[in-house]
């Protein structure tokens, strides 16, 4: 796979995190009041071409991680990302292999999980550098004020009347 390209940034909307995609990928999202899962959020990228096995990056924002029970009951090691500590685990699911990281940033718990169907060292591969391409901006989510009125401005609250006989 070529190197990540920055003009590739693909985004969530509302959570101001993003990942660079491969060439050919696109983006899926769902925000914390619509999703059907127990977090808050979450953002994948996958191939524009449907195709059995595809890779997928999946990245969900944690609602309530609980560290010890992931390292006890769900295999996860204890280790590093973006020079953070972090929880890791490599795992098989059907024909498919997983490398999961849990990881803070700003404060906030993310899973960020890929899956392809070639078993590798995830770390020395080349999807390492897409991985490592995640960013988390919380500084970049501002709140515009919302204006009630506008100095000097006068707005009619009235519909123009319609000229006898008129249809409408």
Do not use: V
């Amino acid at each position: 796979m070529p190197p990540p390209d920055e003009s590739r940034r693909m985004k969530h909307t509302e959570d101001h995190y993003s990942i660079i995609a491969p060439p050919g990928w696109t983006k899926s999202f769902e925000t914390k009041e619509n999703t059907l899962t127990d977090d808050k959020g979450w953002l994948k990228i996958e191939p524009l071409e449907p195709g059995k096995l595809q890779p997928s990056i999946m990245i969900h924002m944690l609602k309530n991680p609980d560290p010890e029970r992931l390292k006890a009951k769900e295999g996860f090691k204890e280790g590093t990302f973006h020079g953070h500590p972090a929880l890791i685990k490599s795992f098989q699911s059907h024909k498919q292999y997983g490398y999961s990281i849990d990881f803070q940033d700003h404060g906030e718990w993310f899973d960020m999980c890929l899956m392809t169907s070639d078993e590798s060292d995830i770390p020395n591969s080349d999807w390492w550098p897409y991985l490592d391409s995640f960013r988390y901006s919380p500084e970049s989510a501002t709140t515009l004020p919302i204006a009630t009125t506008l100095p000097g401005l006068k707005f009619s609250t009235t519909l123009p009347t319609q000229p006898a006989g008129s249809a409408r």
